[in-house]
Each structure stands twice: as C-alpha cells, then as structure tokens.
C-alpha cells in the first residue's frame, strides 16, 4: 500500500539533497586536487584580497592630493625581465640642497598590490622632504624572481643617473620594503654590497660603491632556511608563485633570497622593525643578530605585549604606527643628511 504523499516528497527531497552534497564535495576534492599542481587558484584567492584591502591608513586629517607634492610616472627597462615602472612623488617646494632618495618596494605576497596602492605612503615622505620612488614590479605567478630584484636595481640605477631633474642626489639613496617587498629591498641591498651574489645573479649593481646609505625594512622575510617554521598564513602559495616551484625550499636559487646569508660587512646600515604578533617577528631578530655579527650599524624597533600584527607601520590609527613612523625618519635623516652626504 503507497504511503502518504509527505513521505514520498520528503524522499525526494533528500535524494536532492544528497545529490548536492555529493557535487559539493567533489567540487571541493577538484579545487583541492588542483591546488596541489597548480598554485593559480590560491593565488588568485589572496591577489583578491589584497586588492579589497586598504594597505595604507595615514594619519587623520591627511588627504594625498596635497598641493604640496607632485606625482611622476617613469617606465622602467630592466635587462631580463619585464618592463616596469616606479611612480615618483616629491615636495613641490624648491630646496638649497638635493634631497634624499627612497625606493620603496611594496608588500603583497609577491603577487598582489601595486604602487598606487601605496600612494599615501610615498606623500607622507615626501611631505618629509624625500624625492620617494614606488616600484611597480611584475607579480607572481604570472612573473617568476628574479625579474622584481632585477626591476629594483633598473630602477636604483635610472633614480641615479636622473635624480637631480628631481631635485634629488644621487649619493642620498635608501632602499626600504614592507613584507614581501622588505625581502626585495633586503636582497637589492645585498646585490649592491655583495659582489659574489650580483655575479650570481649576473647583475651589475644599480649603484656606484657606498652610495646606497640605509635600508629600511618593515615586517620582511630574510631567511628562507627558518621562515616555514613562522608559521606565516599563505607562505607556501606566495613562494610557491614566487619561485615557480611547488617545494620552493628545493628551487636551486632560494639561498639568493636569504639576506641572512647574503649580507656582507658592507651591507648598508639598516632600520627593522615588525609587530610583536607579527609571525614574522623572529625573521626580522633573526636578520638584526647577523647583520650586528658583521658588523654593520642596526637599528631596531621590536615591540612587545601591544597585539602589534603585521604591517602596523602603516596603519596609523595605532600611535605605534606613529612612532615607528617618526623613528624611520630619525634613522633617514641621519643617515641620508648627515655629515659626509654630498649631492
């Protein structure tokens, strides 16, 4: 005898149900059979997040269309490697004496961000009284390293020779980075000071001898040998797009991206700093210790019991962003205006 009609509706129901679990699940198995050979779909996941994000929160009352700057674009040609550019931002006000340089190199996991999203950051040095040129390197997957090392040096070599049609000098230049972009100033300054790392890289490096006068590096990775233990979110599918090898810890050249290892005697002095629930943390106590075993000048600024997380620096509704702001430009100033720094 047939049942009511509820139950055979209910049946039906659950066989729908269960059809769509099943889909669901194997949609779920390919995604994740994919990521296993493919890096695409979780790079493509976190470019998307970082493109929703804000990456700079200046100080309340800033506004970056201020009249008191101006904004360039230049292209950049950089010999094997795609062609990139850096946006350059400079006090509009004339000056008695050349001002220092910044390249700054932008965060993103290698493969997410873009200068202009950085724009604020490069005001609000400027403001200062920095000529500030923002990198706009080639990103991963779609670009593999070295090609950002060799667009950073292009472009220390191009802010070089024109510096002064920007009211810049050439002998006042830095280097500076947050996060993936820390660890592309890191490894520029060594190439610049590390003859035997530029040769391996078959780079001649952008900068005359002892030009290049501060590094500044803000929650960077500098040790390819310890950072998997950070524990850093996403870290296997950033280098994974980086390197262009799945098992990027066995890429024939990951030694080049340990600044750890490539830092000389003659490696520039050097400003660190990164959150205290950074994972990043001990990468940059890591980077301080051997920089300070050879010698070079280091200053740091490591918090502790704040809840500082990653790339604080530029989120200036924390007053810790101001201080690390107002010690960077300490560090700078000393460093690019001092004694001994001609135009």
């Not at 039906?12 to 059809?19: E, G, N, P, S, T």
């Not at 779920?28 to 998307?48: D, T």
């Not at 991206?257 to 400003?271: C, I």
């Amino acid at each position: 005898m047939p049942g009511p009609p509820e139950a055979g509706y209910g049946q039906i129901v659950i066989r729908f149900l269960a059809r769509v679990l099943i889909v669901g699940l194997a949609g779920v198995a390919a995604a994740f059979g994919l990521y296993q050979v493919s890096v695409q779909p979780g790079a493509a996941l976190v470019h998307a997040v970082f493109q929703k994000n804000q990456q700079v929160h200046p100080p309340s009352g800033f506004t970056a269309t201020e009249a008191t700057v101006t904004e360039t674009r230049v292209p950049i040609q950089a010999p094997g490697a795609p062609a990139a550019a850096i946006d350059v931002y400079r006090p509009r006000a004339s000056a008695t004496a050349p001002r220092p340089v910044i390249l700054w190199v932008h965060g993103g996991g290698f493969l997410a961000s873009n200068a202009a999203q950085f724009g604020d950051w490069g005001v609000l040095l400027a403001h200062q009284g920095y000529v500030v040129a923002l990198l706009d390197y080639s990103l991963a997957p779609q670009t593999h390293y070295p090609a950002p090392v060799r667009q950073a040096n292009a472009a220390l070599a191009w802010l070089s020779q024109h510096a002064r049609q920007f009211g810049g000098g050439p002998a006042r230049m830095a280097v500076g980075g947050d996060s993936a972009g820390a660890q592309i100033a890191s490894q520029l300054a060594a190439v610049e000071s590390n003859p035997q790392l530029a040769a391996a890289m078959r780079l001649t490096p952008g900068l005359p001898p002892a030009r290049l006068r501060a590094v500044v590096l803000y929650c960077g990775l500098y040790d390819m040998s310890t950072v998997g233990g950070t524990g850093f979110p996403a870290l296997r599918t950033y280098l994974w797009a980086y390197t262009g090898t799945r098992n990027w810890l066995a890429y024939p050249q990951i030694g080049q991206l340990s600044t750890t290892r490539q830092a000389t005697s003659a490696y520039p002095p050097t400003y660190l700093t990164v959150g205290d629930r950074d994972p990043f943390r001990t990468q940059a106590a890591e980077l301080a210790g051997v920089l300070r075993a050879r010698g070079v000048p280091v200053t740091t600024l490591f918090w502790h019991g704040q809840g500082l997380g990653h790339e604080y620096q530029f989120d200036f509704r924390y007053r810790q962003a101001g201080t690390s702001f107002q010690q960077t430009l300490a560090f700078l100033d000393q460093r690019l205006r001092g004694t001994g720094a001609d135009g």
